[in-house]
């Protein structure tokens, strides 16, 4: 009897305190609001440098256990109610309780756009009823979690003539209420986009994949991740469609606050066009030690030039794109900022950027150190010798890469002209082709030989804080020399190679076998040139 009595009591209890519990949360909810909006406009305004653009919210409904927002775009004076959101005060929003989600937030959310004048284009376009929805909780960890759902996708304009369709795509994120510590996976479902203009053929397919973005900030900078994997891509236009196959990105980018690293590599694992295959592409390339402040303030300056240009568009269409006027007007606010770069002395690497195919691989890396420039040189070439204090070069082919390269693009071409495709003879001429071509670099000492490779690498790098043409010698393949000495070296190495290749006929090898796999019009007649 006392048990029972003590349970009822607790219910009692439970029952009068829930609801005071959740009308705290509702307020505390608010305030919480009312502070993530400031903080939002005040970005927006003082970061972005968007002094015109805001957003504001107002509350249409509220009892104990829920409160119903809209929030609106405030944009050159005119208000446009954008988005309602609908607030469950915790500690047991009600609507996590019938899913059988017991652990006590916050507050749950949803968020659906609103249909109006402004917005209907969006609507027409999805469908669904609703468009985009947003559901998320924040918890008493301080982290928000969610989804947000967006509809399939249907435009079909014949006036701008294109046709633009996608599936569902399922969008999921979790962050902590500074943003510092946040993730974003989107279940990309695919999409494709065709033109109807019969006169300018044009499609191009993305198949289903993830997109994923992590981001990371410390006291010492902030380190920012994202990752792509898709099944394929396909772009038809004309009467060239090209297909890839297995799509993987990966990029990071670290600022901490005096310098941002950025770090992209891409890979492709099957690249066809017509159904030809040319193999797998990858590649590598890095952005260091780029000025913070100057990165940072030249992307702002650029926002606020879209932002312009966007502006002049909507109050002329046939100036969409017409820039210039407000490019001329930043040049130098831009200028100035694209040479604050240099300040840290940045540094772009490529690759490896590696080919692989049926023939072998060929892969080109190169280094490149930079330093801020003489803008007192009136000739384009000085200035960027002046600008640059480090080349490291290798490029690595091996030459059944090359012959079966050329092998393919002979195939494309026959397929594309309507003529017969290559056959095994064709192949064992470009292979006797590349072999004369290997031989002659080798004999000329203008390549080495590694592995089943021809390397070409060239190596300068300056006294600190000088251009590359304060360097006294210049490193080819091994051999360092002097500017002057090495030019001299080089041209003599490339005469003789020109006479050994001379020797094998191998212009008028390439000239016959080329010929049987393009049309006659599209093969230069260099005796034309003569007779004029």
């Known amino acids: 009897m006392r048990v029972k009595f003590i349970i009822g009591g607790l219910i009692l209890a439970l029952g009068a305190i829930y609801p005071l519990a959740s009308k705290v949360h509702g307020d505390k909810t608010q305030s919480r609001l009312e502070n993530e909006i400031a903080e939002v406009n005040q970005y927006i305004q003082n970061t972005l440098n968007i002094k015109d653009f805001s957003f504001t919210y107002k509350k249409t409904e509220s009892d104990i256990f829920s409160t119903h ?3 609106s775009v405030n944009y050159q004076g005119k208000n446009i109610d954008l988005v309602e959101q609908d607030i469950e005060h915790g500690p047991l929003p009600f609507s996590r309780l019938k899913q059988g989600l017991l652990a006590p937030v916050s507050y749950s959310s949803e968020l659906k756009l609103i249909r109006n004048s402004n917005t ?3 609507f027409n376009a999805f469908q669904q009823e609703n468009p985009i929805v947003i559901n998320y909780r924040y918890g008493y960890d301080k982290k928000i979690k969610g989804t947000a759902t967006i509809a399939p996708l249907s435009i079909n304009d014949t006036e701008k003539k294109f046709k633009l369709t996608s599936e569902q795509h399922e969008l999921s994120f979790n962050t902590n209420r500074e943003l510092t510590d946040s993730s974003v996976s989107l279940n990309f479902s695919g999409m494709s986009l065709s033109s109807l203009d019969k006169e300018n053929p044009f499609s191009l397919i993305i198949s289903p994949g993830t997109i994923s973005s992590q981001s990371h900030a410390t006291k010492e900078g902030k380190l920012y991740l994202s990752n792509t994997d898709l099944d394929g891509m396909q772009l038809k236009f004309d009467e060239i469609d090209v297909a890839y196959k297995k799509l993987k990105s990966h990029s990071n980018m670290n600022d901490d606050g005096k310098q941002i690293s950025v770090q992209l590599q891409d890979e492709y694992q099957e690249i066809a066009i017509n159904d030809v295959p040319f193999g797998q592409l990858t590649t590598n390339i890095g952005y260091n030690r780029l000025d913070s402040a100057a990165t940072k303030q030249l992307f702002s300056q650029l926002a ?4 312009e240009n966007f502006i002049l568009a909507l109050k002329n269409p046939s100036e969409m794109g017409n ?4 490019f001329a007007k930043n040049a130098l606010r831009l200028g100035a900022s694209s040479l604050a770069l240099f300040n840290q002395k940045p540094e772009i690497n490529y690759g490896p950027i590696r080919i692989r195919n049926k023939g072998g691989e060929a892969s080109i890396t190169a280094d490149v150190g930079m330093i801020l420039p003489e803008l007192n040189k009136t000739v384009t070439e000085d200035v960027v010798f002046s600008m640059l204090s480090k080349i490291n070069l290798d490029i690595q082919v091996e030459p059944s890469t090359l012959s079966q390269l050329l092998f393919d693009s002979f195939t494309l071409s026959a ?12 192949k064992t001429e470009l292979d006797a082709i590349t072999h004369d071509i290997e031989k002659a670099l080798l004999e000329a000492k203008l390549a080495e030989k590694k592995g089943n490779a021809l390397s070409f690498t060239i190596q300068a790098e300056a006294p600190n804080g000088k251009s590359i043409k304060e360097v006294e ?4 393949n091994g051999t360092s020399l002097p500017l002057t000495e090495l030019l001299l070296d080089l041209n003599t190495k490339a005469e003789k ?5 001379e020797q094998t006929n191998i212009e008028q090898r390439l000239t016959l076998l080329s010929s049987k796999f393009i049309k006659d019009e599209d093969i230069p007649d260099e005796t034309s040139d003569e007779k004029q």
């Open 497 to 501: 190679a020109t006479t050994l290749l």
């Open 69 to 71: 927002y809209i929030w």
């Open 473 to 476: 010698t210049i490193n080819f």
């Open 304 to 307: 606020q030039i879209l932002k």
């Open 120 to 122: 209907e284009p969006f």
């Open 323 to 326: 820039s210039e006027d407000i």
């Open 415 to 426: 397929k594309i002209n309507h003529l017969n495709l290559p056959t095994k003879d064709d």
